[in-house]
């Protein structure tokens, strides 16, 4: 996939990327390949499919949420830096904060950050459960991410904490998850909660489904997360 190419993807869903932007997603397909020789980082490494099925997918998720009313953001089990760091490329006013329990990872994300020249990135390393108790992280986030991480019953104990009230959880996840939304209605109740939306969507040209979960943060009882691994292990069901 060109430059040009992927600029006309992203354009056709309202995004604008300059020849700088551009530069920093060529050099962050170079480091996510040269990386993931010696670390797995991804099982995707051919340039059109990390651009589809990474960099494209990340970036729409400001299709589905106005970018321009989030000042920051924490992507949580980010994995090799999605979706935060494309969203950061596309929108450099944002503040990222990646929380990632393998530290090699977020060596990575901080040498990516680095080579991209990406200011206002911080790379957390520890549990999501643990960090999610720290003053400076608790409700604190307009808009908090997590992609293809765990199923939402365990992910909304995950994520909700982060964000501040009135602020958004947005799951991305693949098929329909109408099934993990049902499924995860006690932890919606028992997080407060509450899905806004399931918005579809499709990759452009592998044509595989997409859905955003659109979740709104009112007030996480203080009692949540329970203990680092009890939110996956035994979710709220």
Excluded at 155 to 164: I, Y
Excluded at 203 to 226: C, F, G, M, N, W
Aim: charged share 25%.
């Amino acid at each position: 996939m060109t430059n040009e190419s992927f600029a006309a993807l992203l354009a056709a869903q309202g995004l604008t990327v300059d020849d700088r932007q551009l530069e920093q997603f060529d050099r962050y397909f170079h480091l996510l390949v040269e990386w993931n020789e010696r670390m797995n980082l991804t099982g995707i490494t051919e340039r059109d499919a990390v651009y589809e099925k990474h960099f494209y997918d990340s970036a729409t998720l400001s299709v589905v949420t106005d970018m321009a009313d989030v000042a920051r953001i924490a992507d949580i089990g980010s994995g090799a830096g999605f979706p935060s760091l494309p969203l950061k490329i596309c929108f450099p006013h944002l503040k990222v904060t990646i929380v990632d329990s393998l530290n090699k990872r977020i060596q990575f994300l901080q040498h990516v950050a680095s080579e991209l020249g990406l200011e206002d990135v911080e790379c957390v390393h520890g549990r999501a459960e643990d960090v999610a108790r720290q003053k400076e992280h608790r409700d604190q986030y307009d808009l908090v991410t997590a992609r293809a991480v765990a199923r939402l019953a365990a992910l909304n104990e995950l994520c909700l904490p982060f964000a501040r009230s009135g602020g958004v959880f947005a799951a991305m996840k693949g098929t329909d998850p109408r099934e993990e939304v049902d499924e995860a209605q006690r932890s919606l109740r028992e997080l407060k909660g509450k899905v806004r939306q399931i918005i579809p969507m499709k990759l452009p040209l592998e044509q595989s489904e997409r859905h955003v979960i659109l979740i709104d943060k009112l007030a996480t009882p203080r009692t949540y997360p329970r203990k680092a691994g009890t939110p996956v292990k035994t979710p709220l069901l």
